[in-house]
């Protein structure tokens, strides 16, 4: 019988847990009509913003296709707590564009850099705004061309709250997550989180304005599929 040293063992463990990992995908629809989206007059009159538009932009409460696939749903693992790897994940980067923030939802984990950048050629000031002890608030002023901003919170937290004090109208959601079991839906409604270890799992689906679901999926050797419909009721 073959002998293998420990860290040998360990290095083969490890490649055979990750060959166990797969990915849980699915696509997220929407019944119904969503409520029409509003014009952002505000920004238009604005000097400096209005002149980056020939016409008036529109909110993106609602980012559905003709199919009904509904986009900026923030699905991720309940419970799955205690295995951030935000603290050796690539930064995630939040813009200042066109006096709107870009992506309008974003996820990260614990501790993971979060880069503001502004890509305008006039003043913002990015205002954190978090509702969980622990994640400090900021406010901080950004120059056109100025520095990138860094941020990084401890807590989770869902649809943490970016705004721009100096433009109102601008908002960003920042869901916080204490493991990299996450995603958010493309614009086809599509969404992987991926290397998910074999295991029964309560997965979310979480939309700002249309609420949560949940649905119970179990991982083993292959990808796992689980569909979420929201209702405009």
Not at 15 to 33: E, F, N, Q
Not at 96 to 118: E, F, R, S, W
Not at 174 to 189: E, L
């Amino acid at each position: 019988m073959k002998i293998y040293p420990v860290v040998v063992l360990a290095a083969m463990l490890s490649l055979v847990s990750v060959a166990w990992a797969a990915d849980i995908v699915g696509v997220v629809t929407l019944k119904g009509t969503p409520p029409a989206e509003k014009e952002i007059t505000p920004l238009k009159e604005d000097a400096n913003c209005g002149a980056m538009y020939q016409t008036t932009p529109t909110t993106h409460f609602y980012v559905v296709d003709a199919k009904g696939d509904l986009a900026d749903v923030v699905v991720s693992l309940k419970g799955v707590t205690g295995k951030s790897t935000g603290a050796n994940a690539a930064p995630a980067v939040l813009d200042q564009k066109g006096c709107l923030y870009v992506p309008q939802i974003l996820a990260i984990q614990t501790g993971q850099k979060l880069i503001v950048k502004n890509s305008d050629n006039c003043i913002h000031n990015v205002h954190a705004l978090p509702a969980v002890a622990g994640n400090p608030e900021s406010n901080q002023v950004q120059m056109a061309g100025g520095a990138d901003l860094d941020f990084a919170f401890a807590q989770p937290e869902m649809f943490l709250k970016f705004k721009c004090d100096v433009h109102p109208w601008m908002f960003a959601w920042v869901s916080v997550f204490d493991s990299p079991y996450f995603c958010i839906s493309d614009k086809d409604g599509k969404f992987v989180i991926k290397n998910v270890p074999p295991g029964k799992y309560t997965v979310e689906a979480a939309h700002r304005k249309l609420g949560t679901q949940v649905q119970e999926v179990e991982v083993k050797d292959s990808d796992a599929t689980v569909n979420f419909a929201f209702e405009v009721k």
